[in-house]
Structure formats: structure tokens, C-alpha cells
């Protein structure tokens, strides 16, 4: 393994991490020492990352620079978001004390000022008191972060979950099985970052947050251990890391894509750049749907087909990928009428695109 990508490893590790550690600050008190330790313990972490990308700025290229900058910046920005919810702005405002009033009455003597200059003071400070009360902060409460995976899981009418993640930073998807998951427009505020983990026989549509002209693309996107799934990723400003998928339809549009333990799985897919596999098998590689593809897009070129497999060192081609020929492609009408449909079954979606389910209710290809 070289510098370059042993560097990109440790970066991906260290930023999930990090993301890890913003989300769990919600879970602290808002009093004490602990919040604060903790904060400054993810911004130590920032820090330090930020500094082992300008040391390893002599072997990484200029390309892959800026897309750590892009990463760092989310992260900052996270963590920004995280401590402002927790340390509210101070009402505390300073008031002037009232003047005592002076009667120019000749018949006014210096007992009557001095009787009206106590009383007007003692109300004053009467007054100065309350408010110093009515600012105190106090002990704040804990913040409570809106559960969107626990909203998902429950049963609908339609059987289409559509999140608004209008109260999130970030797009999570976690431990769903057989559920069909359009995200509407209103997810576009949460697309710093996507994770997708622990998904089985799901349908899941995240372009239209993401899509370029309309809405804004995932800083960074990650899939993690997901099966015989169809997952629409949207699009990516900068990478998308793909573990542990199995059996499954993927849709990416991103700038680069690393692929690693990942079997039986046709991606269509629009990258600026190689496409890296490691550890895989039964990986078919074609095009993106133009569908999904944005004219921004359509100007660079699309290199879905130049594979680099890091397990596969010989100069013939790797028997771990090949291209998806085109008659066995979805075709567009497909791609136009699903993922996206509401009112239209998992199974049947799944089905349209090659998967059908299992008696034991794992999905798995049909090719």
C-alpha cells in the first residue's frame, strides 16, 4: 500500500471518529467541566488532522488536498453547530440607573432630595436585582436531538418514509430492513455529510436533496453493510467510501469512490476520477442513469469504467470487475418511474431492477 492511500485510510478513519464524538456531544450535561473537555477534545482532533493533511501535502495531489480541505471545513462546521446549540447567547444587558429627579421648586430643600434621590435608588437597585435574576442562565438542559431513524421505523399508511431532516446537520440512515425511504427537498440542509449503515431489502432515493441545481450534494457520503438493497446515493461533491455491500443496485455520482468487501454488486456510476476497488468480487460497473446526472456533470468526464483494483496487481485485467453490458442495463424508463415512486411496493421496485427477496427475507441478486 502507498503513502497516498495509507494517508486516505487513516483520514477516512479519523474523520468518522471525529463525527462520532460531534454527535455524542448533544449527550452531555450542559453544566460542568465534562461538555467543555469534551468539546475541546474534538477540536484538538480537528486540529491535528487538519495539521497531518499540510504534512502530507508532498505526496497527496492536488486533488485530493482540496478534498480534505472540503472535509475539514464540514467537520468545523459541525462542531460549531454542536457547541452553539449548547451554549446559548447570554440575555444579560446592562441598565442604566436612573437619575434622581430635581424638582427646581424654590420650596425644595436638601432633605427632599436626598429622601427622593434614596428611594429612587433603592428602586433601582430593586429593579437591577430582578432583571440580574431574569438573566441568569442557570443550569442549562440537556439538548435533545430529534431521533429520525426511531420516526422512519414506524409504520405507515403509504409505506413511503419521506424524513424531512430539517432539525440535522448530517444524513443518517441506520438498522432499517424492507422499507422504502424517499428523501424530499427539505433534507437539503442536512447534506454536510450521509451514512447509510445496516440496511437490508431497502429502497432508498436521496437524490433529489442532493441534486446540484436544485438542492445542495453531500460533502462526503459512506455506505456500510447493506444487502440485497437499491440505493439511489444522490450526488457528491467529494468522496463516497462503500463497505460491506452485498447483492445490491447502487447509483453514485461523486468525485472519487473507494469500494472496499463488497460482492454481487452492479453500480452505475458518474466519477471524475478511477474508481478504486479492494477486496471485492462480482463488481459491474456502468454509466449513471442520465436522469441523475446533472449538466454540470455532463462537462466532465465520466470515468466509470477505469477501475483500479489494489488487489489485483498483474497486467491482465482483474477477474474481481467487469462492465455491466448494456441489454442487461435498467433502462431509463425504469430509472424514471422508481426509485422515486410513491405508491409503488419494496419488492416490486426491487424486482424492476434485478433483486427479488428470499424466503428468509434477505434480498439477493437475481443475476
Not at 259 to 268: A, K, L, M
Not at 351 to 366: F, Q, Y
Request: charge should be negative; hydrophobic fraction near 35%.
Amino acid at each position: 500500500m502507498d503513502a497516498k492511500e495509507r494517508f486516505y485510510r487513516q483520514f477516512q478513519a479519523k474523520t468518522a471518529t471525529l463525527q462520532e464524538q460531534i454527535s455524542q456531544l448533544s449527550t452531555f450535561s450542559a453544566v460542568g467541566g465534562e461538555r467543555q473537555d469534551a468539546i475541546e477534545h474534538v477540536l484538538a482532533g480537528v486540529s491535528n488532522l487538519s495539521r497531518e493533511v499540510s504534512d502530507a501535502a508532498d505526496y497527496v495531489p492536488a486533488y485530493d488536498q482540496r478534498t480534505y480541505s472540503q472535509t475539514l471545513k464540514a467537520l468545523n462546521d459541525q462542531l460549531n453547530e454542536a457547541t452553539a446549540r449548547l451554549v446559548p447567547k447570554t440575555r444579560f444587558q446592562f441598565k442604566p440607573r436612573a437619575a434622581p429627579t430635581v424638582i427646581s421648586d424654590h420650596k425644595t430643600d436638601s432633605r427632599h432630595l436626598v429622601s427622593s434621590t434614596k428611594e429612587d435608588a433603592a428602586a433601582n437597585s430593586a429593579s437591577e436585582t430582578a432583571a440580574e435574576l431574569a438573566d441568569s442562565v442557570g443550569a442549562l438542559p440537556t439538548i435533545a436531538t430529534k431521533n429520525y431513524n426511531e420516526e422512519i421505523a414506524r409504520p405507515t399508511i403509504s409505506g413511503v418514509r419521506k424524513p424531512s431532516f430539517s432539525a440535522a446537520r448530517d444524513i443518517v440512515l441506520s438498522n432499517h430492513s424492507r422499507l422504502h425511504i424517499i428523501l424530499p427537498s427539505s433534507a437539503a440542509r442536512a447534506t454536510s455529510a450521509g451514512t447509510l449503515t445496516n440496511l437490508q431489502g431497502c429502497v432508498i432515493d436521496m437524490s433529489v436533496p442532493t441534486n446540484v441545481s436544485e438542492g445542495a450534494p453531500f460533502a462526503s457520503l459512506a455506505l456500510n453493510n447493506i444487502s440485497g438493497s437499491l440505493i439511489v446515493a444522490g450526488n457528491v461533491n467529494g468522496p463516497a467510501h462503500i463497505t460491506g455491500v452485498r447483492d445490491s443496485v447502487l447509483v453514485v455520482v461523486a468525485r472519487q469512490v473507494r469500494i472496499h468487501e463488497c460482492e454481487n454488486v452492479d453500480i452505475y456510476l458518474h466519477c471524475t476520477s478511477h474508481p478504486i476497488i479492494e477486496d471485492c468480487k462480482g463488481m459491474r460497473f456502468a454509466p449513471a442513469p442520465e436522469f441523475y446526472i446533472s449538466e454540470k456533470d455532463r462537462q466532465e468526464t465520466n470515468q466509470w469504467d477505469q477501475v483500479d483494483d489494489f488487489k489485483w496487481l498483474k497486467a491482465d485485467h482483474s477477474p474481481n470487475w467487469g462492465v455491466l453490458e448494456k441489454e442487461e442495463r435498467i433502462s431509463e424508463d425504469v430509472w424514471k418511474s422508481v426509485p422515486g415512486a410513491p405508491g409503488v411496493g419494496v419488492d416490486d421496485i426491487l424486482k424492476k431492477v434485478g433483486l427479488s427477496p428470499r424466503e428468509a427475507g434477505i434480498i439477493a441478486s437475481s443475476k
